[in-house]
T-cell receptor, first 112, second 114 residues
Framework: NAGVTQTPKFRVLKTGQSMTLLCAQD?????MYWYRQDPGMGLRLIHY???????AKGEVPDGYNVSRLKKQNFLLGLESAAPSQTSVYFC???????????FGPGTRLLVL | AQTVTQSQPEMSVQEAETVTLSCTYD???????LFWYKQPPSRQMILVIR??????QNATENRFSVNFQKAAKSFSLKISDSQLGDAAMYFC???????????FGAGTRLTVKP
């Protein structure tokens, strides 16, 4: 019963490097989300998807891109990492008929 | 824009006692959802309880209950018979109906003393 999983758990990048964070869910959920969590702040929505092939911007989308090629996967990309993107990233998913989001364990990203 | 405020950065409670965590929010909407999430040291976000704004009855889940005051835009969480495992960060969250942008408060760190 995996639920929502995230890969990797931790990563260190140098400024300017690129990387992709992977989120996978096995609950057949239509909706998927990417959040970031910074010290002293709650989670902030980066991008989200309401279905395969669709994506939309959230509260803080700049510097990130996303793709939802398969229903079960939601990828978050950083094309040119900046120190301001040092954060903990959470993925979440939910069914279309449900109000509750289910979260993954988080990915800690450090950009030097 | 909707904002969520948690005015208590830290709270502590004695084991078996009751504690209340505060949350206020700002919105001009009438239909929305409110949530309390728990984040233990493992960082996993776990749903504690949720409330639909159109329901007047306060939600309860075992030892967890809310005091939802719609006119005051207040949504507090009460934890009864506190247990050591309740120690965590607690986040209040708001989501407008038919909208995917969920807004979180800054969190309250709860310590449970044995």
């Amino acid at each position: 019963n995996a639920g929502v999983t995230q890969t990797p758990k931790f990563r260190v990048l140098k400024t300017g490097q690129s990387m992709t964070l992977l989120c996978a869910q096995d609950m057949n959920h239509e909706y998927m989300y990417w959040y970031r969590q910074d010290p002293g702040m709650g989670l902030r929505l980066i991008h989200y998807s309401v279905g395969e092939g669709t994506t939309a911007k959230g509260e803080v989308p700049d510097g990130y891109n996303v793709s939802r090629l398969k229903k079960q996967n939601f990828l978050l990309g950083l094309e040119s990492a900046a120190p301001s993107q040092t954060s903990v990233y959470f993925c979440a998913s939910k069914a279309g008929w449900e109000e509750t989001q289910y979260f993954g364990p988080g990915t800690r990203l450090l950009v030097l | 824009a909707q904002t969520v405020t948690q005015s208590q950065p830290e709270m502590s409670v004695q084991e078996a006692e009751t504690v209340t965590l505060s949350c206020t929010y700002d919105t001009s909407e009438s239909d929305y959802y409110l949530f309390w999430y728990k984040q233990p040291p493992s960082r996993q976000m776990i749903l504690v309880i949720r409330q639909e704004a159109y329901k007047q009855q306060n939600a309860t889940e075992n030892r967890f209950s809310v005091n939802f005051q719609k006119a005051a835009k207040s949504f507090s969480l009460k934890i009864s018979d506190s247990q050591l495992g309740d120690a965590a960060m607690y986040f209040c969250a708001y989501r407008r109906d038919n909208n995917n942008d969920m807004r979180f408060g800054a969190g309250t760190r709860l310590t449970v003393k044995p």
